[in-house]
């Protein structure tokens, strides 16, 4: 029942001894995480930084977010897929694009309850209570009608982006503007949003093997050229592409459980 919304459900655990920050880049998907464990800041600028609520819900970012980690780890998250966070919240998902906020002003009712239930259990229960929640919040919901949403967002998401909007249309039998419509609603951002993040996504992959040259990336990965490639990877990266890959990420080691929706 939440395949077609959840791509997966996510643990993070450890004690961590992470003293830089940690660049978190777009996927083209939205988020809700629990924070379990000791504050994380998030850094604004060269020299600010505020601590993320305890409970967030991430819009789908257009840009990298930079956090810092304070002590121990613990997290426990649900990635949604492109428009399949709608159901969940109580606001426009066009207001939360780009953004990060505190689960009280953006979840439904039946959410903020099982969140509730969630951190007050115990960590053999959590995942199963949530899910459990997602089901219930998902059977109250007021769902769109965004069949055609998910469509196109599976079809992107096949491509990596690579697929012009005509295309699409005419395979779905529709206008350009009837797809735009139904992802301000559904999803928040554009289609071409979407496959910006999914274009970078396929070549943040490949650059990390450091023997491709960035013009056979930018070929591969359907950028007009090598510029348009590297104009890209600033934007969405926040960073040169040796810059990102001399950074250090040892929180990816500390993932312990992902569980694909069911």
Known sequence: MLRPFVRCVWELAGDSQVSEPQVIVPDGCTELVLNL?????????????????????????RRPVVTLTTGRIDLLGVR???????PF??????????????HDDVLTRAMR?????????????????LEIGLID??????????????????????????????ALAEEFGVTR??????????????????SQVLRFRRALV????????????????????????IRDFRRF??????????SNHPLNGLFHGIVTAT
């Open 237 to 246: 990266a926040g960073s040169t592409r040796s810059t990102y890959l001399r």
């Open 80 to 86: 949604f897929l492109p428009g399949g966070l709608q």
């Open 37 to 61: 464990g000791d504050p994380i800041e998030q850094l604004i600028g060269v020299a600010g930084s505020l601590a993320q609520p305890r409970v967030t819900v991430v819009g789908e970012i």
């Open 206 to 229: 490949a650059i990390e093997n450091e023997d491709e040259h960035w013009t056979d990336v930018a070929e591969a990965c359907g950028y007009y050229d090598q510029s348009h490639l």
């Open 177 to 194: 503007r009837h797809i735009e419509r139904a992802f301000a609603l559904g999803v928040g951002a554009s289609p071409k949003s979407l």
């Open 137 to 166: 919040t998902l059977q109250k919901a007021k769902r769109l009608d965004n069949a055609l949403t998910r469509r196109v967002v599976r079809a992107l998401m096949d491509h990596e982006g690579c697929i012009r909007m005509e």
């Open 113 to 129: 309850e099982t969140i509730a239930r969630v951190q007050n259990a115990c960590i053999a229960d959590r995942l199963e209570l």
């Open 89 to 102: 919240i109580s606001t426009p998902i066009g207001e939360i694009v780009d953004r990060i906020e505190a």
